[in-house]
Every structure is written in C-alpha cells, then in structure tokens.
C-alpha cells in the first residue's frame, strides 16, 4: 500500500487529497488508524500531497503574543455553547464584519465542515465533537473565498488548520484566520459507531449528538446513554486517552506555542470559580490579527493566571501518553469483545466510580454535569 505519510500517522486532515490533481488520493479509515492511501494508477508523482501534508512539512510555530480567559456577551450563547462560547463569538463577529466561518457540524451521520456566510449557521457548530471529522470538501471552497477577496476564519483542531494552512498558497494568507482547538487526541467515527451500535443508537439516524453536558445548558429533548449525569463508556476511555488514531499520541501540536492566530481552549481550574458551571473559554493569541479579532468581538475579556491555565490544558505542554492497555484494549475491540466490555474491563475503577455518582445524583446530591454523549 503506498501512503502519503508514514503508517498509521495521517491525521486525516485531508490536504492531501485536496491538493492531488488527479485524485489519487483517498483517506482510509479504520477503528484505530487513518492513512491516506495512493492510487498508483492515478498517480502523476508530482509530490504535491507530500508538500501539504502537515505530518512531513516543517510547521512554523508561534508563542502566544497575549492569554484571555471569558465568555459571550450574549448570555444565551455561552449557555448553548461547551465552554464560554468564546468561538461562535468571534464567527458571528467575523461573518458581521463580511467573512465566511468554516467549522465542523453533525450532518446526516457525519462530522463534516461546512463554509457559511450567513450567522444563523453558526449555531450548527457549536460545542465540542469528541470524535474524528473530515474537512476534505472544504479546501477548495475556502480558496475560492479567499481569491474573491472574502476573509476566512477556520477553527478547527492543530493539524486541521495547519492542513488548511499549506494548501491555501501564502499569497492569500492575509485574509485567512485559523483558530485551533486545545486538542488531547480524537477516537476514529467507526469506534464511535461500534459504541452506539451496542446501545441499539445508529449515528446516521440521528438529527444532533452531544458530547458533554452542563445542568446549565440543559435541553430536555435530548437522551442520555447512561443515566443522566452518568459518564458513559465512551466519555470515560476518551478522557483517560484510551480510544485516539494512532497519530494523536505522536501530535507535533500538542505545545504551547502555536501555529494558528488563536488557540481555544477550556479554562480549566480558573480562579473565577463562581463562573465556571456557566463555561469560561481560554484564548491565546499568536499573532496580530488574532488580537484584533478577539478584541472586536463581543467577548467579556479577563486577565488570567498562565502558570494555571498550563497546568490544567497539559496539551499545552506534551503529547498524550499511550496508555499502557491500548494494545491489549485495541486487540480485545478488533477481535470483537465488545467496546462497552473491553472499556470495563481496562477502566473498571473508572467505570465503578460513575455507579457512586448516580447513586448521588438520585439522592440531589450533586447536580448531573460532565461529558456525556447525548443525542436526538
């Protein structure tokens, strides 16, 4: 099989196949891994899908100019939005100021990205997306935009953007603003679907999925996998970094300096705690006209302590560790035992621990919040 990149390590960004001039190239995806793969048939050897890819080119990498934490102006933004709604912010202020946004949403199964100029789209792509999306038919959209003279704001993960990045030639660059996640790594859409499947939920039947969930943000039309406030298994294995591609726990973006024009994030363990069950985003700006967008758009802006902010975002500092039962974890999945099963089986205490919660949350105890998959 002849790849783009080395085994196992695409990112699935899909610059590649965007910049192939005779689609040769194709994202293959399984549980655990992707890999862009070429068509030697198709193939014309003009090294274009390699000069794009951010897994082989040199990034440049830039330390944050400023730091923020804070939230919308618009209360029932922050509310509909995972942190403090930090981006739909800045694509209502950007698409007001006569730009296009560029971001993931769920569309009939699928975590795709679309372009829009129209703000009532934004809505579509707020909160957080625990799982692989594809932004391969957004390339040359995104160009096409940008050679009419049409800023572009992308936000998306760091190998996302910086994919975005190298296709779009540097003539264009002004106008093109990236905005990349704090990222810890992301589980493949099979494994997402394997999980589902053995709920009886199908992820191409539904009209909305969510990945966590606030008392404060609540919308009663949505079901829960487990009890609500319960932690599903799901949730569980992504946050003890059990389930990502292969690629993530090698990511050359997990730093704290940055490729993009600002990095969001969650301000983890921020000293505005009587804020923080209403959702306080994490802004750092790398370059100039990241400030500007920042500052221009309706943000409660506030000083924050970055000794902290680093410490609580460690993918600010290092790479995710491999944990030491993936293997065996990914050997029992493949063979069939069960995702929900093999969760267990390597995060027993984990799992054990989220039976005590509903016993308080039953009890009012404690109020049901956390990362949870819930879906309509």
């Excluded at 040769?24 to 193939?43: G, H, L, M, W």
């Excluded at 065996?328 to 039976?355: E, M, P, T």
């Amino acid at each position: 099989m002849n790849l783009v990149c080395d085994k196992n390590m695409c990112n699935a960004c899909g610059a590649c196949v965007a910049a192939c001039p005779t689609n040769a190239i194709s994202i293959k995806e399984d549980t655990f891994s992707c890999n862009a793969v070429i068509d030697t048939n198709k193939c014309i050897r003009c090294g274009l899908c390699k000069n794009k890819c951010p897994q082989l080119t040199d990034v440049q990498f830039y330390k944050s100019i400023n730091w923020y934490q804070g939230w919308s102006k618009d209360d029932s933004i922050r509310k509909k939005s995972a942190s403090g709604g930090a981006a739909r912010a800045l694509a209502e202020s950007f698409i007001h100021d006569g730009g296009c946004v560029c971001s993931c949403v769920f569309e009939k199964g699928k975590f795709i990205y679309v372009l829009t100029d129209n703000a009532l789209d934004i809505e579509k792509m707020s909160g957080s997306k625990y799982v692989k999306s594809n932004p391969q038919d957004c390339y040359e959209p995104i160009l096409d935009k940008l050679k009419h003279d049409i800023p572009v704001l992308f936000i998306g993960l760091p190998c996302q953007a910086e994919g975005i990045r190298r296709y779009v030639p540097e003539k264009y660059h002004e106008k093109l603003y990236t905005v990349d996640l704090i990222c810890h790594g992301t589980p493949s859409r099979l494994f997402l679907e394997k999980f589902l499947n053995e709920h009886e939920v199908e992820l191409n039947k539904l009209n909305d999925i969510k990945f966590r969930y606030s008392h404060e943000k609540r919308d009663d039309s949505y079901k829960f996998i487990d009890y609500k406030g319960i932690m599903d298994r799901y949730s569980i294995a992504f946050l003890y970094s059990l389930t990502y591609t292969e690629n993530c726990y090698k990511c050359k973006f997990a730093r704290g300096e940055r490729a993009s024009d600002i990095t969001l994030g969650d301000s983890w363990g921020s000293e505005l705690s009587g804020e923080m069950t209403r959702g306080i985003s994490l802004m750092l700006c790398q370059t100039s006209k990241g400030e500007s967008l920042i500052k221009k758009s309706e943000l409660i802006l506030k000083d924050v302590d970055l000794k902290r902010a680093i410490d609580c975002n460690p993918q600010l500092q290092r790479t995710t560790s491999v944990p030491s039962a993936r293997m065996r974890f990914v050997d029992d999945v493949n063979l069939g035992k069960g995702v929900n099963r093999s969760i267990f089986r390597y995060l027993k205490i984990a799992c054990l621990k989220q039976y005590v919660k509903k016993v308080f949350i039953r009890m009012h105890l404690i109020e049901p919040v956390g990362y949870m998959i819930s879906y309509k």
